[in-house]
């Protein structure tokens, strides 16, 4: 096995590493306003009537404006509740969505 320090100086390693740069993905601020144009977001696949639980095959992914819910996000709000109905193609918030409640009732018999 061939180490780099067998092949570089280390002043040559220390160049190569700074130009590989990091595994962190940052988002840079000229990339910003094409990030909010063109950023992917949560829609409606279809009409979502209030009172409905958001399923995986009732959104989809698409660049919408407002922009809504990070898709990277969808399985913190799939299972959730329509607050309000929800049109097809429209962008999906957070607020738009409520957690499901489950009542437990007791029987005695």
Do not use: H, W
Request: proline share 4%; charged share 30%.
């Amino acid at each position: 096995m061939v180490l780099l320090k067998d092949v570089f100086e280390s002043q040559e390693i220390k160049k190569i590493q700074e130009a590989m740069g990091s595994n962190n993905k940052v988002v840079q601020e000229s990339e910003l306003e094409c990030k909010r144009k063109l950023g992917k977001t949560i829609v409606a696949r279809e009409d979502i009537p209030k009172d409905t639980v958001v399923s995986a095959d009732m959104i989809d992914i698409k660049v919408a404006e407002p922009p809504g819910i990070d898709p990277m996000q969808t399985d913190l709000y799939v299972g959730k509740v329509a607050k309000c109905d929800i049109s097809k193609d429209e962008s999906i918030s957070s607020q738009m969505l409520r957690t499901l409640s489950i009542e437990m009732v007791q029987y005695v018999g």
